[in-house]
Nanobody, 116 residues
Framework: QVQLVESGGGLVQPGGSLRLSCAGS????????MSWYRQAPGKERELIATITSAGGFKNYADSVKGRFTISRDNAKSTLYLQMTSLKPEDTAMYLC?????????WGQGTQVTVSS
């Protein structure tokens, strides 16, 4: 079955950096577009970055553009999110996602907390 497992979250000071990973299994990872979302308490889930199957096209939400970079290693079936210049408002649960045959799959998420 399709599995997505995020890792790499944690507590970081404002201005710091983190790299999140999302390991995919149970499907042909290299064939599908992948996305990162985040959800803060009391807020709606927000799409923040998307990458096409071969990595040739990337799209970002305005809130993270210029600070976050999405990438993937299809040989390792792993999606990444490099986050820099982190702000307190980036505090959220970060989840990776993919859509396969009209079904949307999610990982369990990894918590990122930006605080001094």
């Amino acid at each position: 079955q399709v599995q997505l497992v995020e890792s790499g979250g944690g507590l970081v000071q404002p201005g710091g950096s983190l790299r999140l990973s999302c390991a995919g299994s149970g499907f042909t990872f290299s064939a599908y577009r992948m996305s990162w979302y985040r959800q803060a308490p009391g807020k709606e889930r927000e799409l923040i970055a998307t990458i096409t199957s071969a990595g040739g096209f990337k799209n970002y939400a305005d809130s993270v553009k210029g600070r976050f970079t999405i990438s993937r290693d299809n040989a390792k079936s792993t999606l990444y999110l490099q986050m820099t210049s982190l702000k307190p408002e980036d505090t959220a649960m970060y989840l990776c996602s993919t859509a396969i045959d009209l079904n949307l799959y999610w990982g369990q998420g990894t918590q990122v907390t930006v605080s001094s």
